[in-house]
């Protein structure tokens, strides 16, 4: 593990912005005579962004925890809106000194070319006006997350948080999964007032933020400020009607072949079926605890790889997992990375469901990213842009798929393995339907609520209910994108999904034919972070970046075959 200077403790408090000021005020004075010098800055530079960025993390981890502590709640709000405003000005004063200093030309590029072209874009997008957009923006975000945080249900006497109640949408019982649905289904549009005005709120000062660059439309400043720089926004539209022509009519058969073993009518497959079990099977029911879950998972990866497994039990050791579904919690699970201890935290709400195991999978991926990048010395490139870090979470998922009879006796791992493969495929038009609602979105800002549940509407018959009736509830479905947390806080954050699937089912391909091989890339391409333009770091994973309409058509071929492999 990269070992920093002493330039900043690693553990030093920061309560406020004067904590972190004479760090900075040191890089703006420090001289430089040399490239040696310049890159010497730079490292401490990124030393005290990953201090700020650790702090920064545990108060995130710990409102999205206990989301009604309002220590927490405030604490985080420090940071968002007194200390990382401040800290998004000075390190704007020290990207300017760093690209305007004669030596950043001599600083080689097969070292900093990456490195070149972030700040060279940061500067370019940064606007002071739109600090404290975003530090607004955030508060917002806060707001969304405490009110679906809230959000329980009670059944047979028992409250429970959401995502608790949805085990149930697994029952056979069509009785069961009806109630609820409905249960799930009210008490999220009890609040879509709250959540329609929290969401208005932030389009507003997202347009104005994007104004603010010069920029016609938020879309087009969200795409530059995420730093895509190897597709455009006309790719990502391509890539939606790629989906829509190669994935939805897969899709569908999924679909209607789930309604034919359910026993039902063509024309009464309704929203509470689709994750239904037929009669006389029961849902995957693959843990208990979120311990057991751990342990298990734990072994999975040991036998992927010892060191993976080694990783996964020093953060156990370190209380670095918060796993089971509760009140309070907020809903979701992530990876977050901590920049100066180089281990990461997992979050997820874990309620015993075989979706629970892949997405602890999914976050063990993203979790050895976190360990395999952290001997570079730079922030800038541990960061690594969503299309890799999804990569690195998906192809988990599908190289660990065969070690899931952990969980399973034989029976159900194969039917465990081919439902997620069903799952990947559901997954695309819903990917695709999140992306359009967006461009729409913010290439039509001066839109009314209902238009923008009307849009979100047409997407769903054009990508994903066409073939569920909704009759009594098209309510519910119009309002079906407010459950998805990214629409909110990350915005344009969805896209890199459907790009990575692809990539992790290059890599899953890989790992069939040649196990060896395909780990061996997917720890050299973790491992370059973004140090590396994206092709490259794919070239590194012996697989190609390429979502075009061919690739897709290829790769859902090769899952039509692992499907039929999988036939029980």
Avoid at 7 to 24: C, G, V
Avoid at 80 to 101: C, M, S, Y
Avoid at 115 to 121: E, G, S, Y
Avoid at 206 to 217: F, G
Wanted: some cysteine; proline content about 4%.
């Amino acid at each position: 593990m990269y070992q920093p200077s002493n330039f900043i403790p690693t553990d030093h408090p920061i309560n406020a912005w004067e904590d972190l000021k004479p760090y900075f005020a040191a890089l703006l004075k420090a001289e430089i005579n040399d490239a040696d010098d310049l890159s010497r800055l730079i490292t401490h530079y990124s030393e005290a962004l990953s201090v700020f960025s650790e702090q920064h993390a545990w108060a995130y981890i710990k409102m999205s925890c206990e989301t009604g502590n309002q220590e927490f709640v405030d604490r985080l709000e420090l940071f968002d809106t007194k200390i990382a405003p401040e800290l998004e000005k000075a390190a704007n004063a020290v990207d300017k000194r760093i690209f305007g200093h004669p030596a950043f030309a001599d600083l080689p590029d097969d070292r900093f070319g990456q490195f070149k072209q972030k700040l060279k874009r940061e500067l370019e997008l940064f606007r002071e006006e739109n600090v404290e957009l975003s530090a607004e923006i955030s508060k917002h975000s806060t707001k969304y997350d405490q009110l679906t945080g809230a959000l329980t249900v009670t059944l047979d006497d028992e409250e429970m948080p959401l995502p608790k109640a949805a085990v149930r949408l697994q029952s056979a019982d069509r009785g069961v999964r009806k109630e609820a649905w409905l249960a799930i289904a009210e008490k999220r549009y009890a609040v879509k007032d709250e959540a329609d005005q929290i969401y208005s709120d932030m389009l507003k000062l997202r347009v104005e933020s994007a104004k603010n660059a010069d920029y016609d439309n938020f879309r087009d400043y969200r795409h530059d400020l995420l730093q895509r720089f190897d597709y455009t926004p006309q790719d990502a539209i391509d890539f939606q009607n790629a989906i829509e022509a190669h994935i939805v009519p897969l899709a569908r058969k999924i679909a209607e072949s789930h309604r034919d073993r359910l026993g039902l009518a063509k024309d009464d497959y309704r929203p509470w079926d689709t994750a239904g079990e037929p009669v006389g099977q029961v849902a995957l029911k693959p843990f208990k605890t979120g311990a057991e879950l751990l342990e298990k998972t734990i072994s999975i990866f040991s036998d992927i790889h010892p060191q993976f497994g080694e990783n996964l039990k020093a953060m156990q050791a370190a209380d670095l997992f918060d796993l089971e579904s509760r009140k309070g919690k907020a809903p979701g699970g992530y990876n977050y990375g901590l920049e100066t201890s180089g281990m990461p935290f997992i979050f997820m709400n874990a309620a015993g469901t075989h979706r629970n195991v892949v997405t602890m999978c999914h976050e063990g991926g993203h979790a050895m990213h976190t360990f395999l990048t952290n001997d570079e010395p730079l922030i800038h490139y541990r960061d690594t842009p969503s299309e890799m870090a999804e990569t690195a979470s998906m192809s988990m998922e599908l190289m660990t798929a065969g070690l899931w009879d952990k969980f399973y006796d034989p029976a159900d791992h194969i039917r465990a393995r081919r439902e997620h493969l069903e799952d990947i495929i559901s997954f695309f038009p819903w990917c695709a339907t999140v992306d359009a609602f967006q461009h729409w979105i913010y290439l039509n800002p001066e839109h009314t609520v209902q238009e923008r549940d009307d849009y979100f509407d047409e997407l769903n018959q054009r990508f994903t209910s066409g073939f569920v009736n909704w009759d009594g509830y098209d309510h519910f479905r119009r309002n079906g994108w407010q459950r998805q947390l990214h629409i909110f806080g990350m915005p344009f954050y969805y896209i890199e999904y459907g790009i990575a699937q692809l990539g992790a089912l290059q890599v899953y391909r890989l790992f069939k034919q040649d196990p060896k091989a395909a780990l061996e890339g997917y720890i050299k391409g973790l491992s370059l972070g973004s140090s590396k333009a994206l092709p490259e770091v794919w070239e590194a994973m012996g697989i190609k970046f390429d979502f075009s309409a061919e690739t897709l058509k290829e790769l859902v071929e090769f899952v039509q075959q692992e499907l039929s492999e999988l036939q029980d």
